[in-house]
């Protein structure tokens, strides 16, 4: 009987020890799955925190208020008011000659040019449209709020440290002086720099804006999504619904799923050799971005409408079959009613996969510098990825602030996109 006990009360020890440990591992593989994803969340904060932190303002610019005289004799000396003699003017010659009012003690050619270097070369541009809009101007005066360069805007908003050495900076000791004098008066401030959101690309930071980007981000996902959504669900219910299961469908099957993990640079050399080399279609055009993108997002499409195919219980399809329904009607009224929210999450994942993309368009041509905004989809264009990956190659101070502006913009065009999918996704949900 003792030993009994006794054997009882060992195996009992062997029994909580083992317990223990096990809990302990539990435990530890717990705090290992927090540390994780605490981590991961830490690595997106600081990531996301860092763009947003020097991309913020970017939504601010520096500019400088003038009063521009509008001379007859530096604009139209012939007093014709013809447009083409209008935009041939010398409007950056008021320009100086508001600084020169403005700084009348200001004399010599280097004195001057520091002077003049404070405004950018884009105030010409904008007295340019003012006059060939409106010419009866000449002859008058106007007080303006000017771009200001880009150097000058870094000063203000304390990305370039006045206390640095004059051959370290570009802005030299008597500049920072003309600039504190304007802001003393409240002739130079940081105002809501709407230029970003409505200019296309310049070589000039305080030019450079994402409207052509953005427009012909949307363009060229326009064109996959027209495509690759219709495409993607209708070569998913095909395999899934009417497709006889043999060698060449496990072949296309297979095939699928491989093109799925295959880098987007091959869709770019594929596009570029087909598309462009072959069909001869415009180089840089969101036609030919959305084709590429197109290629590149129906693995993932018909992959997910599959799997959504798939997750209609059988009981659907048994239940219309046995009221009289054709195989057709019983997919098109019955099946995909309900596996339609699953195919739009596929859809949402390969859109987001193409907004995100830059290898492939970069092989096409979209990477060319675009000043003019696209207004179709054969006129040259660039896009979101691809800006940012032209302005963080660019040396000045003032596009790395742009660059992270972009991907600011981008990312809100993806909640937008991604907000607009979920809400059709949920609408269209059906429960059984």
């Known amino acids: ?27 530890r593989f717990r705090l290992y799955g927090i540390a994780a994803v605490a981590a ?22 520096s500019y400088v208020q003038l009063t521009i005289v509008y001379d007859p004799e530096t604009i139209d000396p012939a007093g014709t008011r013809v447009p ?18 403005r700084f009348p003690n200001v004399e010599g050619r280097s004195n001057l040019r520091e002077l003049y270097g404070i405004v ?11 006059v060939v809009a ?22 203000l908003k304390e990305k370039v440290w006045r206390s640095a050495p004059e051959d370290e900076r570009r802005l030299s000791d008597q500049q920072i002086g003309f600039i504190d004098a304007l802001r003393a008066d409240g002739t130079l401030k940081l105002r809501f720099n709407a230029a970003f959101l409505s200019n296309g690309d310049s070589r000039d930071p305080e030019q450079a804006g994402v409207r052509g980007a953005l427009i012909g981000s949307a363009l060229t996902l326009l064109i996959t999504l027209l495509l690759s959504f219709p495409i993607g669900v209708g070569a998913a219910i095909y395999l899934e619904e009417f497709a006889p299961r043999n060698r060449i469908t496990d072949v296309i099957e297979i095939n699928i799923n491989n093109l799925a993990a295959v880098p987007s640079i091959v869709f770019g050399l594929l596009g570029l050799a087909t598309f462009i080399g072959f069909f001869g279609m ?18 993932t499409i018909i992959i997910a409408s599959r799997a959504a195919l798939k997750a209609v219980p059988p009981s659907i399809r048994e239940a219309a079959l046995g009221m009289g329904a054709s195989r057709l009607q019983m997919v098109g009224h019955h099946v995909l009613p309900l596996a339609i929210p699953g195919m739009l999450t596929g859809a949402i994942i390969g859109m987001a996969r193409a907004l995100g993309e830059s290898a492939p368009l970069l092989m096409i041509g979209m990477v060319a510098f675009i000043v ?11 896009a979101l990825p ?39 996704r949920n609408k269209f949900e059906k429960r059984w």
């Open 40 to 61: 991961g969340i830490g690595f997106v904060i600081f990531l996301f925190g860092t763009i947003f932190a020097q991309g913020a303002s970017v939504f601010r610019q």
């Open 386 to 424: 691809v800006q940012v990956f032209l302005w963080s190659d660019l040396p000045e101070r003032a596009f790395v602030e742009r660059t992270s502006g972009v991907i600011i913009v981008l990312l809100l065009f993806l909640i937008v996109m991604n907000a607009t999918a979920v809400i059709l």
């Open 120 to 130: 950018s070369s884009a105030a010409s541009i904008e007295l340019q449209r003012r």
């Open 282 to 299: 415009p180089r840089s055009a969101p036609l030919v971005g959305g084709f590429v993108l197109t290629l590149l997002t129906l693995p």
């Open 134 to 155: 409106d010419p009866s101007i000449i002859g008058q005066r106007e007080t303006l709020w000017l771009l200001a360069d880009d150097t000058v805007d870094m000063l």
């Open 1 to 27: 009987m003792n030993n009994t006990t006794k054997t009882a009360e060992q195996t009992q020890a062997l029994v909580r020890k083992s317990l223990a440990r096990r809990y302990r591992a539990e435990r």
């Open 84 to 101: 083409e003699e209008l935009v041939a003017a010398d409007d950056q010659a008021l320009v100086r000659a508001a600084l020169r009012e």
């Open 372 to 382: 003019d905004v696209p207004s179709g989809i054969t006129d040259p264009a660039t």
